[in-house]
């Protein structure tokens, strides 16, 4: 029994450590979560796709509702509610393939992974420098998965939202890493960033003349 809390006290602790605290935890955890599920619907893709394509796409349309909800304007709002419909389609219809075309599914799965992308695009001033690279590399890869894969299409199309579940949690990992610094930072007195500062400046004083 004494042994109980020792556990949760030991996981918190793993976490903080690997998150960060406060707010920054929490979407460490969400990033992780999506960075998972998206790598098993990728690695089933191709098994599987009838079952872990919607799978993917449900999620993708709930975080792009969340994404909704968090919008600062209504207008972004209602852009990305769009998105999330439009992933709600992409799932209904893969739900439903016998009654569409592999090549119709591939092109209307674009549609939502195109917008995301310019929606991501508008608000690259708020993204770290990796998350850009991240996003561009994942849209290249889901461009030569659709149509490059010697797969069948429902089986391209799979893979290729599950990639974009990938880049969602790959990308909230990113942002909560900077989260995490900005708190860091935050955290350190102002004496003492002067200070730090006064003592960087003072040691390249020195070694200047030595490098010249």
């Not at 109980?4 to 690997?18: I, K, Q, S, T, Y």
């Not at 919607?54 to 909800?69: D, G, Q």
């Not at 001033?125 to 849209?139: L, R, T």
């Amino acid at each position: 029994m004494c042994g109980g809390p020792v556990m949760p006290n030991r996981f918190d602790h793993a976490m903080r450590g690997l998150c960060g605290a406060g707010s920054a935890t929490g979407a460490c955890l969400a990033g992780i979560v999506t960075l998972i599920l998206g790598t098993v619907c990728l690695a089933d893709a191709f098994v599987v796709p009838g079952l872990f394509g919607p799978v993917a796409a449900t999620v993708i349309a709930t975080e792009r509702f969340l994404c909704a909800a968090r919008s600062s304007s209504s207008r972004t709002a209602i852009v990305w509610t769009g998105i999330a419909f439009g992933w709600i389609a992409v799932a209904a219809c893969m739900l439903h393939t016998p009654s569409l075309s592999g090549s119709l599914l591939q092109w209307l799965v674009i549609l939502p992974i195109v917008a995301s992308a310019a929606c991501r695009a508008v608000s690259m001033a708020e993204s770290p420098p990796a998350a850009i690279w991240v996003i561009a590399a994942g849209i290249v890869a889901q461009l030569a998965m659709l149509f490059g894969a010697a797969a069948a299409p429902l089986a391209r199309v799979a893979a290729a939202v599950a990639i974009e579940l990938v880049l969602i949690g790959l990308v909230r990992l990113l942002h909560t890493a900077r989260l995490h610094l900005a708190e860091s930072e935050s955290m350190v007195p102002p004496a003492q960033r002067v200070n730090t500062t006064a003592n960087l400046s003072a040691a390249m004083s020195e070694l200047q003349p030595g490098i010249v």
